[in-house]
DNA sequence: GTCTATAATGAGATAGAC
DNA sequence: GTCTATCTCATTATAGAC
């Protein structure tokens, strides 16, 4: 892999993953520059302002990974629904499988920081703002009229993540499956 | 009110409130102590396995408090939909007043602890379950076929859920209203 | 760009007096 | 049941050498 060849990005794809997995009250700077290998001096050096900084970007990190894995979906299977119950699909056999599951979901940092870091709550308004797009705009391509698309866009992106808090405390994927199944009564054109 | 009869009810109710809003790993006992004003020399006392058995009576109350919300307009209102729909909009309230955002979920530490803490996790995983159950005893009690009815109560359960999350984060109760105008294409009996 | 050392603070937890 | 004092540890952050 193109490991240690950049420190800084190390960090934050470090950082990424146990902010989402652990949160970022729950996880300690030297916790990531342990399981980084990053040399322990550099920390301060990439990102003069701290943790936040670090967070900051390990959300735009995430959010890239996360938007990068709705998009795929939506262009590769031209029916609506048929994309979205496989983008849901896809969550739920990480959460299934005993793999970390990563790159899903930012609402444990959005939920940390909401009334804490409004840099850290707007960056996350941002990643949740960009997928509500992505769904809205793959409906309004299906000839669904605009205003429908756009809440519909938002309903979808809610329902999924709610999906994936229910099936990570209850280690199954299926809670997400029961939401994928309820997608055709919902995205009806 | 009936503060200070209870030391330990005092403890409970105020570690409840601070890890709902700022999290289990974002809220210290010192803090718990101090808001609560309760004796400093108390916490040990009744609590004598320290943070964790605190977040455990904390997380029971909390999961008692929104229970009980949840089922008061059940009860008070017939038509289902009807029910749901104000149960959103009483949430959805709250996050437009000025109010700390309190007794509307116990989503934050779930994800800070499934890790972490099979004990909480368990707590969690125990409420949101009641949640589910009381939704699908309502879809059952008018009408709706039982295999269906279970499934929409989890689905009902998760997407309040990421309503929440997704209201908290926007800091608009609207993510959640868009959440309650499409229980009607949902629970069709 | 990285290292070591360390400051400064706060955390959770414990012991023993009262 | 409560208080005070304290222990130990981990935290974020900084300073200065290399």
Redesign the pocket.
Known sequence: MNNKIN??ENLIETAAKLFETKGYYG?????ILAESG?????????F?????QLALEAIYSEGKKIKSNVQTHLQNIEHPIEAIVSIIESIAAVIDSDEKSEDMTISLIALETYLTSDILRNACLEIYTSLENLYSEKLIKSGMNKENAIKLGCVISEMIEGGIVYSLVKKSGNPLRLIAEQMPKLLII
Chains 1, 2 share one sequence.
């Open positions: 420190t800084k996880t300690g700077l030297n916790e990053a040399p322990k001096g550099s920390l301060y050096y990439h003069p302002k701290g943790k936040e």
